[in-house]
């Protein structure tokens, strides 16, 4: 194995596509979690699937803060191109604390909670989190409920744990990752 190459680990979706979505989501977030954890801003995105070729493709954002960032998913489409259909959606989680108007603020960073699910929950979505210690996380929403043939969110509890294996960031990113369309920041001051 490669320096550059993530280690084989078990993944916990159970098929193909699946696999390939939480494998690209993974690559992702190697990619983007030293530079987030070392700005303490959040980056994130959603992952796309062309209508057509099936290719997987993703938008990416950086956010305002360690404690948010706007992936564009309320916009037309989820933020995605057109002719494609968003399948997941991803983001980091780089620090434990922000600033705020009224002093530190916890960023429960181990969790999936408040806008991360209802995020996955609104649009039915699997969210992946790459946390500071490099742990890889996803987050399924609870199963939809078919209503004149469309899915449809129900209440109820959605599945939120660690992944096999830790991200490893590449020493390069690989040419398949470039994003659809790049939003930079200007820098925190």
Known sequence: MSDSSPPAVQPHATTLEGMKIEQYARELLSALIVKSVAERREYGGVIWRN???HQLGSTQFAGYSGANVDIGVWNTNQGCPKGTTAVTWYH???TTEVMTLDG???TEWESFIGGDKLISDSFLLPG???TMD???WRYDPPPAV???GKPVV?????TYGPLNGKLVPPRVAPPHLKVA???SMPPLR
């Open 146 to 148: 078919m209503v004149n």
């Open 51 to 53: 209508d057509i070729t």
């Open 154 to 158: 129900t209440e109820g509890k959605g």
């Open 92 to 94: 980091t989680h780089p």
């Open 128 to 130: 992946f989190v790459g």
């Open 181 to 183: 369309r790049p939003i």
């Open 134 to 136: 490099m742990r890889f």
């Open 104 to 106: 530190k603020m916890s």
